[in-house]
Antibody, heavy 117, light 108 residues
Framework: QVQLVESGGGVVQPGGSLRLSCAASGFTFSSYGMHWVRQAPGKGLEWVAFIRYDGSNKYYADSVKGRFTISRDNSKNTLYLQMNSLRAEDTAVYYC??????????WGQGTLVTVSS | EIVLTQSPGTLSLSPGERATLSCRASQSVSSSYLAWYQQKPGQAPRLLIYGASSRATGIPDRFSGSGSGTDFTLTISRLEPEDFAVYYCQQYGSSQYTFGQGTKLEIK
């Protein structure tokens, strides 16, 4: 069965950096695009970034463009999100999610990122 | 960026009743690019509908999606106790994905 396990969340000061990882299993990782989606405490879902199956194209939400970088290592079945210049408003649960066409068919359980001094 | 506006913000209904949730886009969205998700407290979202009207694997037939252009609807024909949750629509367009702000379906 499909499993997506995020790691790397934690508490970081404003202006700091953090790298999230997502270990994928149960499907052919190298054949599917992948997303990061976040959810601030008590708020709705916000799409963050998408990467094509081969890493050839990457898309970002305007709110994170220039600060966050999505990447993948298909040899390790792992998705990454490098987050720099973090702000208080980046505080959220970050979900790794598998794309199927233009929708998301599987989600991880999320990892919490807290930006606070 | 295409903005999705969901209404109502909160819907209070009883089990057995019919629920109609709306998702309106700020510009036309291809039906192929419109999906609906359900999220329960403390859980990750679950895909319900893709391509505006196709049910995802394992989704009961009481859930249905419809619409085109800028107006889309998620209908739950007869509410079961486990259907009370938050529902989000999502679209893809111009290399951007966006979610609506969500509709909370609560027990009356």
């Amino acid at each position: 069965q499909v499993q997506l396990v995020e790691s790397g969340g934690g508490v970081v000061q404003p202006g700091g950096s953090l790298r999230l990882s997502c270990a994928a299993s149960g499907f052919t990782f190298s054949s599917y695009g992948m997303h990061w989606v976040r959810q601030a405490p008590g708020k709705g879902l916000e799409w963050v970034a998408f990467i094509r199956y081969d890493g050839s194209n990457k898309y970002y939400a305007d709110s994170v463009k220039g600060r966050f970088t999505i990447s993948r290592d298909n040899s390790k079945n792992t998705l990454y999100l490098q987050m720099n210049s973090l702000r208080a408003e980046d505080t959220a649960v970050y979900y790794c999610a598998k794309a199927d066409g233009y929708e998301i068919d599987y989600w991880g359980q999320g990892t919490l990122v807290t930006v606070s001094s | 960026e295409i903005v999705l506006t969901q209404s109502p913000g909160t819907l209070s209904l009883s089990p057995g009743e019919r629920a109609t949730l709306s998702c309106r886009a700020s510009q036309s969205v291809s039906s192929s690019y419109l999906a609906w998700y359900q999220q329960k407290p403390g859980q990750a979202p679950r895909l319900l509908i893709y391509g505006a009207s196709s049910r995802a694997t394992g989704i009961p037939d009481r859930f249905s999606g419809s619409g085109s252009g800028t107006d889309f609807t998620l209908t739950i024909s007869r509410l079961e106790p486990e259907d009370f949750a938050v529902y989000y629509c999502q679209q893809y367009g111009s290399s951007q994905y966006t979610f609506g702000q969500g509709t909370k379906l609560e027990i009356k």
